[in-house]
């Protein structure tokens, strides 16, 4: 009998265009890969021209508890409200044009096979100096990470094109490399960067660059230390076979709906929802609010 190859999805075949051999071979040894100079320069200026024209709210922080991530507190951690796919043109484009760039698409079908999707994004993470950090996370049921016959398998996974510099000591993004492939969870002082922190690294990229890495690859934010505005645009992509079928609900609701219990309902909804499905530990409160959007 012949045997079949793990990709028996053909997601990669011999025409994908695809990420170098090293960068394969980095993002499967530590989780992530800084691709270098992906925006141009005019992509670049006309990003953060767009930011400039926006009045950034504040979002939610992240730190949770832990003490070491809290910043000085001279600031918050700044965000856009609406969508930056939708901004007035010019300044929607290179928005637009990192959803699927030339120099990133390569990444993408590696790791996540042709096919892929944007899961949600772009958001925008802005910091000022003494900008609280993030809690580390990773290792999530949507994210797991194997290598078989040659070929990557793994869910959710962020492109963050820096607008601004991140150096030796800034702080911002940063990951536990390797941590992809961790079979044991990680102890809550280190996800508090309380703990550990030498094996704990802050990577460092230019603006125009891009940082690649799986969301199974524990990782967070160091509180913002720079004297420049910290800025990132996160783009988070899944595997289209997350929704192999793209079966679910994508018309107006039957009319047969009222009769189905919750669990039927839920059945019916469409694919590629993972953290907006209904569960009791999601504080599902019924399906009237998902049922709009149907
Ligand atoms: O860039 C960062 O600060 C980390 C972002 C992050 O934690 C995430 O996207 O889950």
Known sequence: MTELPANTSRSITEETVEMSADEKFLFD????????DVLSKQQLELANAAIDSLELTQSPEYFGES???????????????????????????PFREMLAHPNTIPHLNTILGEGWRLDHG???????????????????????????EGKIFTGLCVIEYLLADEGPGDGGVSVVPGSHKANLACPKKMLRWERYQEYVTEVNAKAGDAVIFTEACTHGTLPWKADHQR?????????????????GMSGPLPEYWDDLTESQQAALLLP???SRRPKQSNGYQGLDAIKESA
């Open 272 to 274: 590629s929802h993972h």
């Open 231 to 247: 800025r990132a645009i996160l783009y988070k992509y899944n595997a289209g076979h997350m929704s192999w079928g793209g079966g």
């Open 29 to 36: 040894l530590v989780g992530f890969v800084v691709v270098r």
């Open 67 to 93: 003490t070491a991530l809290k910043g000085e507190n001279r600031s918050t951690r700044l965000s856009s409200s609406g969508s930056l796919l939708e901004l007035p043109k010019p300044f929607c484009d």
């Open 122 to 148: 772009p958001g925008l993470i802005a910091m000022d100096k003494g900008c609280s950090g993030g809690m580390l996370h990773g290792n999530f049921d949507n994210a797991p990470y194997f290598y078989r």
